[in-house]
């Protein structure tokens, strides 16, 4: 019984901060201010999310090697997607990047 009360209780604190923006602000025009954060967000999380797995892929230790296939993959994906916008072509290429440097290098 305690489990299902932990996944409606869980559910419902995943669905309530969704659903309460919605209902008292739905119909209002978000301020400027609020849209300029608003909009850092997605590449805020993003970057939290990247950085660490490309710059400590052991999860121990810094490696900003050039021996760090993390690191030359994604280094890899953003000079291509600056260079072309084709976000499908960069990451198809900086996977190949990847595992070819995993593989000269013996991996991590």
């Known amino acids: 019984m305690s489990t299902w009360i932990l996944i409606f209780g869980l559910g419902l604190c ?27 967000v997605p590449p805020a999380v993003l970057a939290a999310l990247v950085v660490p797995a490309m710059l400590v892929p052991t999860g121990t230790t810094l490696d900003t090697s050039l021996e760090n296939p993390y690191l ?8 291509l997607f ?5 976000m499908l072509l960069s990451s198809f290429i900086g996977v190949l990047v990847f595992f070819a440097a995993q593989w000269f290098f013996g991996g991590v």
């Open 72 to 79: 030359l993959g994604s280094l890899a994906v953003f000079m």
């Open 14 to 40: 995943t669905f309530l901060p969704r659903y309460l923006p919605l209902v008292l602000w739905g119909q209002r025009e978000l301020p400027p201010l609020a849209r300029t954060v608003l909009g850092a």
């Open 82 to 86: 600056f260079l072309t916008r084709r």
